[in-house]
């Protein structure tokens, strides 16, 4: 009996170092999921993507606040901020567009980008204020 | 309808002062820093859009509390469903004036260093924040920089039991927003 309650013990010991492991490892290793990976990408244009922010978008956070978004358009600027490179898709609206900030990871691919091409990207929706905000995007194939 | 009421006011800040000179990034940065012996919690936000008349010297930021980036997707949770409800909240907001603007020559290359007044709103909490700014002139584009430090708690942030210790009482703020001429 004494011994089966030293095995639980030991058990629980051991359960509860491998859980504070886990807990710390998941909290301080830096990193993200990559959205290319996610299988639940939900394909939008930016020009609808941006419509129905501007319009409704409280309904639009309940759709895509968070989630992963594969957004395409026509590059309407690439900007480098702070090492990272933002790029901008148009939405055929004067008023916004879709700002899409790229992984750094990325930033090799962004070179060979110009204006006015046609590209998907895929990130993690933030929401709207001028412009509908993705981060972490990477491009897609 | 509040933070359209913020944003359509920011637009109307943008797009109707016709005779000021304005200035504008979308790009605009702010981070925060929080120490604890147990603990360093940083992330920054760099999708801050952010508009200066450079004549009245009247300043407006806004930024989507879903925008802030953390080191990894758990820290960034915890803060998003735990901390700041972005979800409840999604923006946050500093209207201000810069007091001294005129000390500033945006036409002339240089550093100028003015001061501002202004309310914070987090969390539909708004207190007044006071503060200095640097301001790096180069070929008609402004670099303005300041820290600011604010306390969590004054904003409603609920830090849970387990986490007491390990969040800073007062966290450290910079704001970087690099303007450009409209």
Redesign the interface.
Known sequence: MKKKIALLFVLILVIAVAALIYVKFAYFTEGHKDPLKSEDKINITAKKLFSLYSQYEDSANKMYLDSVISVSGNIQNIELNQDRYTITLNSEDSSGAVICEMDVKDNEKMKQLKKGIYINLVGYCNGILIDVQLDRCKLAD | MK??FI?SA??AFTFLSVKAQQYMT??G?VKFFSHTTLEDIKAEN??V?SVLDSKTGIMEF???M??F?F??????QHFNESYAES?KF??ANFKGTITDVAKINFAKDGTYTVNYTGKLTLKDVTKDITGTATFVVKGGSATATSKIKVKPSDYNFKIPATAVGKISDEMEVDIIM?YKKK
Do not use: A, I
Request: aromatic content about 0%.
């Open positions: 933070n359209k944003l920011l637009l979308k790009t940065t760099r999708k859009v806004t930024m989507l879903k925008g980036d080191p990894n997707d758990l820290m960034e979800s999604p923006k690099d």
